[in-house]
Every structure is written in structure tokens, then in C-alpha cells.
């Protein structure tokens, strides 16, 4: 569809008269007529009805109007997206979580380079967004083999976040919070509340499967009404406790006295990746992956314990990395 076409229409109808739009537009008035002419052709319906003050749109021509600005600001979106200089757009899922701060981390190191924060829901619409282009990376935990991406896409592990246990004062491992932390095993047995474990979503698959590796129980009653409320509930109560990640920032007032206790035997840690495009020739995303690559420690550290798919990432990154044969 020819977005000349689609503009004149629209400006035709605010201004109500082909003579007006075409002074708005610096054409001719029958330069706007073709245009309009063009359009309805191509959409088979009159969009206008010609009257002694001008034009109005018809019921046609009304229906399409808000459509017909939805095109015009999706194709300026589109333009804008491959303009030379445009920000690095990346999905950290959340600004509280461990991957807003490895992208603020890199913003100190390259505070030149554009980027653009992004907030999506889950690995299924993130995997969507960086495969369409709508996004160049997102952090996920991968939770199908590299080989099971959309064709065109890499993986690659970029931080190990080890979980803690979040409590209320009266909880009776509260007291843990100032020794050496809680096993897994002594965490079996205590109700894990976590209400934001959706299904189908990448942290709920983490979550069972570290649930089942320790048979620890996992309490996903809900309604999930954010992080206050369930700060506010934890703070109160000496049965439920949570399981944040360390690096997860969590605000709460002073009287609540919450504890973030270590996990241990082994330590359980959230496995983030980053996802790109193979084919994205943005010059920050090489140097995003790069800035990442070099804060992370080759190999995965002893003691830890993570999902096997996502030791299957570790073990294809290790296979990958310069120097082996």
C-alpha cells in the first residue's frame, strides 16, 4: 500500500477539503484527488463523499482512519528501527532483575552507545521480538537446546545468579540469615511461596525443576499482586518464605525486618542468557556480547546446581570458545 496514498487520506480528513490538504501537503489539488483516487481503487470502497464545503468521510473512510494512522506510525517505527545510530534495543524481562544490571553495567562502560531498555513478558515473546527484529537481544534463561531456536538465532550464557531465601523475622530459618545459610536439603519441608510463576514461562520451568531435583514445595497460589504484597505478607509470617535472586533489588521498610538468606549444597543459580540475531549487524551488539563475555568466568563454577538444558548451554559455550581443538 502506498503510504503517500494512506497520508493524503489522512490529511484530507482532518482538514475536511482536497484544497486545504494539498496546501499541507505542498502539492497540487489534483495530485491529492489521484492520490485519494489511487487508494480507493486499491481498497475497492469510496472513502470520501464530496460535498459544497468539502469532503466527508464516509462509513468506510471513517473505519479506516484510525487503521490508516496505525500503518503511517508503524512504517515511521519501521524507518526509524535501521536508521545509522538508532539505540541497541534490549529486553532485561524486568528493571529489578540481574540483567538490568549487566546492561547497566555496560552502559558505564560504553556510556556513548544508545540503548534502548525493553520489558517483555517471556522467553516465547522474546524469542518473537528478536527473531521479527523488534528487539536486537534479551536475556532469558534458555530453556530449549540452541538447535531448537527459530533458524538464525545464537545463545549464549552470560551470568550465574545464585538464588537466597527471602523470610520474616519469625520464620525459623530466619536465623540463618547471619551464618553460613540454609542447605537445600534443610529447605525441604518449608513452603516456598511463589504466586508469579506463570505457566509456560522460562523462570516456572527453572523453578519446578529445581522444586523436583530437592523435593522442595513450591506454593504457587495466587493472585500474584506484585513484589509489596508479597513482601508485605512474607514480613508477617512465620511459615512462607520465597526465593529471590541475589542480585534481584527488593525495597522494603524497616519495620518489616526481612532476611536474604545464602542457599548452599549445592547453590542454586538462575542460568541468564543472551539471544540475538546471527545476522544482526548493529556495531553495539557485538560490542554488548563481547563487554559480556568478558565479565563472565570460563567454565561454571564447582558446588552449583542449575537445569540440565542449561548445563547443555554451558558445555556448547566451553566446546566454542577459542583454544580448543
Not at 473505519?63 to 535501521?82: C, G, H, K, T, Y
Not at 546492561?103 to 513478558?121: E, S
Not at 530449549?144 to 525459623?172: I, K, M, S
Amino acid at each position: 500500500m502506498d503510504t503517500d496514498a494512506v497520508r493524503t487520506f489522512v490529511v484530507v480528513a482532518e482538514a475536511g477539503q482536497f484544497s486545504a490538504a494539498a496546501a499541507g501537503l505542498s502539492v497540487s489539488q489534483q495530485a491529492v484527488s489521484k492520490r485519494v483516487a489511487a487508494l480507493e481503487r486499491e481498497l475497492g470502497v469510496a472513502l470520501f463523499t464530496r460535498t459544497p464545503r468539502g469532503a466527508e468521510l464516509t462509513a468506510d473512510g471513517r473505519a479506516f482512519l484510525p487503521r490508516a494512522r496505525d500503518l503511517l506510525l508503524a512504517a515511521e517505527r519501521a524507518a526509524a528501527a535501521v536508521r545509522p545510530g538508532r539505540a541497541l534495543r534490549v529486553d532485561v524481562i524486568s528493571r529489578q532483575v540481574a540483567p538490568a544490571r549487566l546492561l547497566q553495567g555496560f552502559h558505564r562502560a560504553y556510556p556513548d552507545t544508545p540503548v534502548k531498555v525493553m520489558r517483555l513478558f517471556d522467553a516465547r515473546a522474546a524469542i518473537e521480538a528478536v527473531r521479527t527484529g523488534a528487539v536486537d537481544a534479551s536475556f532469558r534463561a534458555v530453556t530449549l537446546p540452541a538447535r531448537q531456536l527459530p533458524p538464525g538465532l545464537a545463545t549464549a550464557p552470560v551470568l550465574d545468579e545464585p538464588l537466597e531465601l527471602l523470610t520474616g523475622p519469625d520464620h525459623p530459618l530466619a536465623g540463618a540469615a547471619g551464618a553460613a545459610g540454609v542447605s537445600l536439603a534443610e529447605l525441604a519441608g518449608h513452603p516456598i511461596w511463589m504466586p508469579a510463576l506463570d505457566p509456560g514461562t522460562e523462570w516456572t520451568t527453572f523453578y519446578e525443576d529445581l522444586a523436583a531435583a530437592f523435593g522442595l514445595s513450591l506454593d504457587v497460589t495466587g493472585p500474584d499482586f506484585g513484589t509489596e504484597p508479597l513482601l508485605d505478607v512474607l514480613a508477617g509470617s512465620a511459615t512462607l518464605a520465597s526465593l529471590v535472586g541475589a542480585q534481584t533489588r527488593l525495597v522494603w521498610p524497616d519495620g518489616f525486618g526481612l532476611r536474604r538468606i545464602p542457599l548452599r549444597d549445592p547453590v542454586p543459580v538462575y542460568p541468564h542468557s543472551l539471544i540475538w540475531r546471527a545476522d544482526n549487524a548493529h556495531p553495539a551488539l557485538k560490542t554488548l556480547r563481547d563487554h559480556l563475555s568478558r565479565s563472565r568466568p570460563n567454565g561454571r563454577e564447582a558446588g552449583v546446581w542449575v537445569p540440565e538444558w542449561a548445563r547443555c548451554g554451558q558445555a556448547k559455550l566451553d566446546q566454542d570458545r577459542p583454544g580448543r581443538s
